[in-house]
């Protein structure tokens, strides 16, 4: 079980430009998120998505977008990126629990660090 | 809105000392509580995950409890390891799917 994968692992970009992440969750599981840790803070959470569909956002501009494959493999797309941007971006996979609510362990990739110049 | 603190911030101990990482959160309306180990530049491993109906879970040297009541959790690792040194990240899973961090607690464990 190769576990939660993230590519790149490292980025460096500037300000204006757009970039694009990926991950690809643990066998068997159906739900993504994705979270930015910046340095020396605990990560925040960006989105979720399962079954291809956004289902709930945190506190971030709709510069960032992303979308779940029929593979349940993910991306996420910032746009115009700003200097604040520059952060560890972490993907975590999940399994959907019974009735539609997660009761389940997530599972971290080695995440992306992103630099924005 | 939920808020998650751990405390202490840092702390520094004797390798083989016995020690205990609090993480406190404001709604108790949460379905699980998930401790995790950082090293730095890393991900996360997940350590324990406790759901919301557990008082606490173990592992090895390490045991975490939940106390739902009082919006607050706790890590206690035994016997201390200089490879114990890392940061340890609460993290609380709240209805509408949204899963709520702590800034963490670095520890350092002197050989």
């Known amino acids: 079980d190769a576990g939660v994968t993230q590519s790149p692992t490292h980025l460096i970009k500037t300000r204006g430009q757009q970039v694009t992440l990926r991950c690809s969750p643990k066998?068997?599981?159906?739900?993504v998120s994705w979270y930015q840790q910046a340095l020396g803070q605990g990560p925040q959470f960006i989105f979720q998505?399962?079954?291809?569909?956004?289902?709930q956002r945190g506190n971030f501009p709709d510069r960032f977008s992303g979308h779940q494959f029929p593979n349940y493999s993910s991306e996420l797309n910032v746009n115009a990126l700003l200097l604040g941007d520059s952060a560890l971006y972490l993907c975590a996979s999940s399994l959907e629990g019974p009735a539609g609510v997660s009761y389940n362990e997530q599972f971290f990739g080695p995440g992306t660090r992103l630099t924005v110049l | 809105k939920q808020e998650v603190t751990q405390i202490p911030a840092a702390l520094s101990v004797p390798e083989g000392e016995n020690l205990v990482l609090n993480c406190s959160f404001t709604?108790?309306?949460?379905?699980?509580l998930q401790w995790f180990r950082q090293d730095p530049g890393k991900g996360l491993t997940s350590l324990l995950l406790i759901q919301s109906s557990q008082r606490e879970q173990t592992s090895g040297r390490l045991n975490a409890s939940l106390d739902k009541s009082s919006g607050r959790s706790t890590l206690y690792i035994a016997a201390s390891q200089p490879g114990d040194s890392a940061t340890y990240l609460c993290?609380?899973?709240?209805?509408?799917?949204?899963?709520?961090f702590g800034a963490g607690t670095r520890l350092f464990v002197k050989a």
């Open positions: 709604d108790s309306a949460i379905y699980n």
């Open positions: 066998s068997g599981h159906d739900t």
């Open positions: 993290a609380v899973y709240t209805g509408g799917f949204k899963t709520i």
């Open positions: 998505y399962y079954e291809e569909e956004e289902r």
